[in-house]
RNA sequence: GCGGGGGUAGCCAAGUGGUCAAAGGCGACAGACUCAAGAUCUGUUUCAGCAGUGAUUCAAGGGUUCAACUCCCUUUCCCCGCACCA
C-alpha cells in the first residue's frame, strides 16, 4: 500500500487478479444461490452514467450478497435487435454530421473506427467491447463466461423456440391495431419522425350508428353511456356529407371522416354526398333505445372532428343544452320543423352528488355560461365531465347498467354495443393535426394481418398479477404501479419488417420485435457457458424443452439433438441451480416494458418455482441538472467518468448521490468532494497500518470511554448498512458505511482515541468491500488473507454496544459545544473553565420520572406525591416543582433508548467528564476543573444551583 | 385526462408524531497552518442576544393532537409514463 493513493494502479492491479484467480465464475455447490441480473445493455452508444448508476447498484448487491454467504451468479449480455442499430449505420454511413459529431465527440469513438463501420455488425462488435471494457474497468463482479449477443445464432434458436411455444399456447395472435401512418411514405411514423404533433396520443371513440330510413348516420363519443340520454342529433347544415358503403351498411359523414375512414380496417366505398341542410329535420331512431329523434342544425359541429355527426345529451353536455336553449324562438321551418325544439325534454341518466337531475343545467346556471358562444362553456363541460366520470352512477334509464359508476361503463358498454352490431370503434387523434417529418398529414391506420402477444388476455393477467404478489418490489411503493401497468398493457404487435432479430419461425416474412426477445433471456446465461459444445443447429426445440422445462428426458434430448448427455445433464442441473431470477435490478423507464414483458413470458413459460423472486427500480441521472441524451447530448460514458476519477469514486459518487428511483443529478463539484472524503479515508487507513507496523501500543492501550464509544457506534454503523442493503437502499448504506464512519473517526480522533484501530479499521474495510471493492483489496491486504471480496461482511457484535459510552461522549460533546457557544457570545478568553455536573436529587426525579413514563403513569400529581414522601427530597422542596415539570416534559418527548441508558446504566457524569478533561483543556486553552452539584468547591456565582443531568452547570472567567 | 413520483434553509438532500432550528454534502464566511496560494483542520451560515437563550420556519390554507416537516382534508406548482419504440 502507497502512501499516495493512486486509483488506475490500485484498480488494474485488483481486475487482474480478480479476473486470474476466476472468483467471480461461480459453478453451482452447497451453499444457497443468488441469481442477480440487470438488463443487458442495448448496444447503440456506449455505456453512461446512467448505466453506472444501475449497473453499480446490481454489483454492490451482488458483492454483498457474496459476502455473506450466498454462492451468486451475476451475468452480462448484449441487446443488440431491432431497429436503432439499423438507423445508426445508415446514419454513419452517410456521415450525417449530426450523429458523427455525437458519437465522434461524445460517445468517444475515433473518428477512423467511426468510418470503418459499415454494417450493423460492425456496431455490434464495436460496442460490445467497449462495453465489456468499460464494465470490467469499474470492476463489476460480472462472470464473463455467460456474456452473449442477442444477435447471435444459438440465442436466435432460443427466441425460435420461445415462440413457437407461445404460439402453441395461444400466447401469439394475429389481429389489427391501429398506427400513426403517414400516408406519403406509406410507413407508421416513429417518434422521433414527428415535426409537429409529438405529444398526440391515439384516442379511442365509440361510434353509435343512429339509423336514417336505413342509413347510418354514425356519432363519435368518448362517453358511450350517454346515448341513453339522447334528445336529438347535431349537423351542421353548412357541410356537405359523403354517403359511403362501409362493409354492408351505408353510412353519411362528413369528407375529413371519409378521409379517415379509408385508413381503418373497414372496406369503403364512396357512393354519392350529401348537403347537411337536407338531413335536417329528419327523424333517426337511437339503436339502443329504440326512440325515434330529430336532426337539428348546429353551426358549432366541425367536420374535422368524429365523424362530423353529433349525438346531443342536453341533461349532461352543456354545450348541447346552450345550443338547444339557443335554438329557442327560431324559425326552422325551411327544415320542415314546426314545433318548438327548445321544449323538447331532457333525458338524465346520470346521478352525480354535486348536482341535481339535470348537471348541465345545473352547471350552466353557476357558471352564469350566456350561449354555446360563451368561453365559460368549454369549462361547465370540464367540471361536468369530471365530476360525472369521478362520482357519476347510472340511473334507471339505462336499464340494466343502472348503479354502474360511469368510470367503469366505458369498456363494457361499448363492447356490448359492438356485439351488437350498434356501435363501432373510431380512432382520432388526441391533438391536430400530427405532421410528418416528410411535411404530409398523418393519419390513424389499421395495420391488418399483425402478430400480437395478447397481453389483454384475463388469464394471463391473472397469472401476472400472482406472480406479482409473491414477489419482493423495491421500494415497495413501486408495487402500485406495477399494478397499474399490467392492467393498463394490452396486445403487443410483436413483429416487424425490419431491423435486426430472429424470424417468426411459422410466419419468416416478420422479424420479431425486439422487446419480445429480451423477455426470457435470463435462462440463456446458464445455456452461454456451454456454447463451444454444440453448434446452433444442434439447439432443437428437444433441448430447450428438457433444459428449461424438464419436459422428456436428457436421453431424448441428447438424441435428437447429438448434444453429449453430459453436457445435457450439466445445463439441466445448473438450471435448476440457479433458477429462478432472485433479482432484478432496472432502471424505471423499463417498468412498463421489458420488466412487465419479463414477467408476463415467465409466467406463461415456466412453472410457478422458477418465477421472479423480486424486482428493484432506480432512478435515472442527470448531468449538472441537463437530461442526459444517448443521441443528441449531453451524456457522460462511464470509461471518461472511470478515467477521470477512477473506479471506485465513481462507484461512491454514484451510488450515495440518490436513492431508489430519484433521479440523481450528476455535478462535477460534488464527485470532487467526494474524492476528497475518499482519499482521506485512504490516509485514514495507510495511517493506521503503518502506526500499527511502528509501534506497538495500540493493542495494549486501556480502553477509555472514547475507543469504547467509537467501537460501539461501529455496530450501529454495521446494523444500519446492513439494513440498508437489505432494503437496496445503497445511498443510505454508504452515508452510514463511509460518510458517517468518516465523522465518526474524525472526532475519535480529536478525541485522542487510541485503542483497536486497527479493529476498526478491519471492520470498515469490509464494510466498505461492496461499494469501493479496490481499494478496499488492497487494505485488506495488509490486513487480512484472502480476497476481501470472498470474505464475510461484518456482523454487529451487541456487546460491543456501550450506553455508558455513549452518554460519556454525549456529555463531553454537549459540554464543549456549550462552553463554546458562551465564549463566542462573551468574546472573551477564559482564564479558568468549572463544570459542575447536576445535584444527585435532580438525577433521582429523573430516574423516577423514567420509570413513571415506562409504567405509562407520568404526570406532575403522581412525581410530585411521589417525591414529597421521600424524606432525601425534602431538603429541596422548594425548588423541586419547577424542576419536576420541566423534566416531565423533557421525559415525554424523550427517545426510548436514551431512557433505557438513563436508567439502567451505572454512568457517572462526574468521572466521565474527568476522564475527558485533558481533551476540553486541549481546546479551550485553559484550566478546566469539575465539581459535583452536591459538593460545589469552587462556585462564586452559584452556577451548580442550573446543572441538570445530562447537562453540566458551566462557569467562565 | 389517467396513472406514478415530488415541493425541506443560497444549492443538492436526509427526515412518516415527541431526541427538530431540522443529519450529510456543496457553496459562502471566519480562524489555525503557510512568506503566500492550494490542500488540510476548526467553527459559523433563519433572526435577535456580551452565559449555554428566545422568537419564527419545512409549497399555501384548514383540521386532528398535550405535541406535526411527519397524520387527515382542500388548493397550488414541478417531474415522469401513456406503447408497438428500445
Redesign the pocket.
Known amino acids: 500500500m502507497k502512501e499516495r493513493y493512486d486509483p488506475k494502479e490500485v484498480e488494474i492491479k485488483w481486475q487482474s487478479k480478480w479476473k486470474e484467480s476466476r472468483i467471480f465464475e461461480p459453478e453451482p455447490d452447497d451453499r444457497k444461490k443468488f441469481f442477480i441480473t440487470i438488463p443487458y445493455p442495448?448496444l447503440n452508444g456506449n455505456l453512461h452514467a446512467g448505466h453506472t448508476r444501475t449497473f453499480t447498484i446490481g454489483d454492490v448487491i451482488a458483492r454483498y450478497k457474496r459476502m455473506i454467504g450466498y454462492n451468486v451468479l451475476f451475468p452480462m449480455g448484449f441487446?443488440a435487435t431491432?431497429?436503432?442499430i439499423v438507423g445508426l449505420v445508415e446514419q454513419i454511413v452517410k456521415k450525417d454530421p449530426e450523429t458523427i459529431r455525437v458519437y465522434n465527440q461524445l460517445h468517444q469513438i475515433p473518428m477512423e473506427v467511426l468510418e470503418s463501420i459499415k454494417t450493423p455488425e460492425n456496431i455490434v462488435e464495436y460496442f460490445s467491447i467497449e462495453a465489456e471494457a468499460a464494465m470490467k474497468s469499474i470492476g463489476f463482479s460480472i462472470d464473463w463466461r455467460r456474456k452473449f449477443t442477442t444477435t447471435e445464432p444459438h440465442y436466435k434458436k432460443l427466441i425460435t423456440w420461445q415462440f413457437n411455444l407461445l404460439h402453441s399456447l395461444d400466447k401469439v395472435v394475429k389481429g389489427a391495431?391501429p398506427?400513426?401512418w403517414c400516408p406519403n411514405d406509406e410507413n407508421?411514423v416513429?417518434?422521433h419522425d414527428i415535426l409537429k404533433g409529438e405529444d398526440a396520443?391515439?384516442i379511442e371513440y365509440t361510434l353509435i350508428k343512429f339509423n336514417l330510413d336505413g342509413d347510418i348516420l354514425p356519432c363519435a363519443t368518448l362517453r358511450p353511456e350517454t346515448v341513453f340520454g339522447v334528445t336529438n342529433l347535431w349537423i351542421n347544415p353548412k357541410i356537405v356529407h359523403m354517403r359511403l358503403k362501409v362493409n354492408d351498411e351505408t353510412w353519411i359523414v362528413s369528407k375529413d371522416a371519409y378521409d379517415k375512414l379509408k385508413y381503418s380496417d373497414k372496406s369503403i366505398e364512396l357512393i354519392d354526398q350529401v348537403n347537411g341542410d337536407t338531413l335536417i329535420g329528419k327523424k333517426v331512431i337511437n339503436p339502443v333505445t329504440g326512440s325515434s329523434v330529430l336532426i337539428l342544425p348546429a353551426s358549432f359541429v366541425s367536420p374535422e372532428n368524429g365523424s362530423g355527426i353529433v349525438m346531443s345529451v342536453p341533461a349532461h353536455a352543456p354545450y348541447d343544452y346552450l345550443a338547444l336553449r339557443d335554438l329557442k324562438g327560431a324559425d326552422l321551418t325551411v327544415y320542415g320543423i314546426t314545433e318548438d325544439v327548445s321544449s323538447i325534454p331532457l333525458i338524465a341518466l346520470i346521478k352525480v352528488p354535486e348536482y341535481g337531475k339535470y348537471p348541465a343545467v345545473d352547471a350552466v346556471t353557476e357558471l352564469k355560461v350566456k350561449d354555446q358562444n360563451d368561453p365559460k362553456a368549454e369549462e361547465a363541460t370540464k367540471i361536468v365531465y369530471?365530476r360525472e366520470?369521478?362520482g357519476g352512477v347510472l340511473t334507471e334509464t339505462t336499464g340494466k347498467y343502472a348503479g354502474m359508476s360511469v368510470s367503469k361503463i366505458k369498456d363494457v358498454l361499448t363492447h356490448d354495443l359492438i356485439e351488437q352490431g350498434i356501435a363501432d370503434v373510431f380512432y382520432e387523434f388526441s391533438e391536430q393535426p400530427v405532421i410528418c417529418r416528410c411535411g404530409a398529414t398523418c393519419v390513424i391506420k389499421m395495420v391488418k394481418d399483425q402478430w400480437f402477444l395478447n397481453y389483454s388476455e384475463p388469464s394471463w393477467k391473472e397469472q401476472v398479477y400472482k406472480c406479482l404478489a409473491g414477489m419482493q418490489i423495491i421500494p415497495p411503493?413501486?408495487r402500485?404501479?406495477f399494478e397499474?401497468k399490467i392492467d393498463?398493457?394490452?396486445?403487443?404487435?410483436c413483429a416487424?419488417r425490419k431491423?435486426l432479430g430472429t424470424r417468426l419461425p411459422w410466419d419468416m416474412e416478420w422479424i420479431i420485435?425486439?422487446?419480445g426477445d429480451s423477455t426470457i433471456y435470463m435462462s440463456y446465461y446458464i445455456i452461454a457457458k456451454y456454447l463451444d459444445k454444440f453448434e446452433p443447429e444442434q439447439l432443437k426445440a428437444e433441448f430447450f424443452d428438457y433444459c428449461l422445462l424438464g419436459k422428456s428426458t436428457a436421453q431424448n434430448a441428447s438424441s435428437s439433438t447429438g448434444i453429449d448427455i453430459g453436457i445435457i445433464n450439466a445445463i439441466r442441473n445448473e438450471f435448476l441451480y440457479w433458477y429462478p431470477v432472485d433479482l432484478r435490478s432496472s432502471g424505471k423507464?423499463l417498468i412498463?416494458?421489458?420488466i412487465l414483458f419479463f414477467l408476463f413470458h415467465h409466467v406463461a413459460i415456466f412453472p410457478e418455482t422458477h418465477w421472479p423472486k423480486s424486482i428493484a427500480i432506480n432512478g435515472f441521472v442527470s448531468l449538472e441538472g441537463q437530461k442526459m441524451s444517448k443521441s443528441k447530448g449531453p451524456i457522460l460514458t462511464l470509461r471518461s467518468a472511470v478515467e477521470e476519477y477512477g473506479a471506485d469514486i465513481t462507484r461512491l459518487y454514484i451510488l450515495s448521490t440518490?436513492?431508489h428511483?430519484?433521479d440523481a443529478?450528476w455535478r462535477n463539484?460534488?464527485i470532487e468532494?467526494t474524492r476528497?472524503q475518499f482519499e482521506?479515508f485512504y490516509k485514514i487507513a495507510y495511517d493506521c497500518l503503518t502506526e500499527e507496523n511502528n509501534t506497538n501500543s495500540d493493542s495494549t492501550c486501556e480502553l477509555k470511554f472514547i475507543d469504547k464509544w467509537m467501537l460501539s457506534k461501529m455496530q450501529y454503523r454495521i446494523i444500519e448498512t446492513t439494513d440498508a442493503l437489505n432494503r437496496m437502499q445503497t445511498r443510505r448504506a454508504v452515508?452510514n458505511a463511509f460518510?458517517h464512519i468518516i465523522?465518526d473517526m474524525?472526532w475519535y480522533e480529536?478525541r485522542g482515541g487510541c485503542a483497536s484501530k486497527k479493529d476498526i479499521l478491519n471492520t470498515w474495510v469490509r464494510l466498505m468491500a461492496p461499494f469501493t471493492p479496490h481499494i478496499c483489496e488492497e487494505i485488506w491486504e495488509q490486513l487480512g488473507s484472502g480476497f476481501i471480496s470472498l470474505n464475510s461482511f461484518p456482523e454487529a457484535d451487541i456487546s460491543l454496544i456501550d450506553r455508558s459510552a455513549e452518554l460519556a461522549e454525549e456529555i463531553t460533546g454537549n459540554?464543549l459545544k456549550?462552553i463554546?457557544?458562551?465564549l463566542r457570545?462573551?468574546?472573551l478568553k477564559p482564564t479558568r473553565v468549572v463544570l459542575y455536573t447536576a445535584a444527585s436529587w435532580k438525577k433521582n426525579i429523573l430516574k423516577k420520572a423514567i420509570m413513571m413514563k415506562k409504567d405509562n403513569v407520568l404526570d406532575m400529581k403522581t412525581l410530585m406525591n411521589a417525591l414529597m414522601s421521600d424524606p432525601l427530597m425534602r431538603p429541596h422542596a422548594k425548588d423541586i416543582p419547577k424542576f419536576a415539570q420541566k423534566t416531565i416534559n423533557d421525559v415525554?418527548?424523550?427517545?426510548n433508548e436514551?431512557m433505557v441508558s438513563l436508567t439502567e446504566t451505572d454512568f457517572d457524569e462526574t468521572s466521565a467528564l474527568k476522564e475527558s478533561m485533558d481533551f476540553l483543556k486541549r481546546i479551550v486553552e485553559c484550566d478546566v476543573e469539575i465539581y459535583n452539584a452536591d459538593d460545589a468547591g469552587y462556585d462564586p456565582q452559584g452556577?451548580s444551583r442550573?446543572a441538570v443531568p445530562m447537562?453540566?452547570?458551566?462557569?467562565?472567567?
Open positions: 442495448y441487446h431491432g431497429t436503432p391495431h398506427v400513426r407508421p416513429e417518434d396520443t391515439i369530471r366520470f369521478h411503493e413501486l402500485v404501479e397499474n393498463w398493457l394490452k396486445d403487443k404487435a416487424r431491423g420485435e425486439s422487446l423507464d412498463p416494458n421489458h440518490a436513492e428511483v430519484q443529478d463539484a460534488d468532494a476528497k482521506r452515508q460518510y465523522n474524525k480529536r459540554t456549550d463554546e457557544e458562551i457570545l462573551i468574546k415525554q418527548g424523550m427517545e436514551l452556577k442550573i447537562r453540566p452547570a458551566i462557569y467562565i472567567e
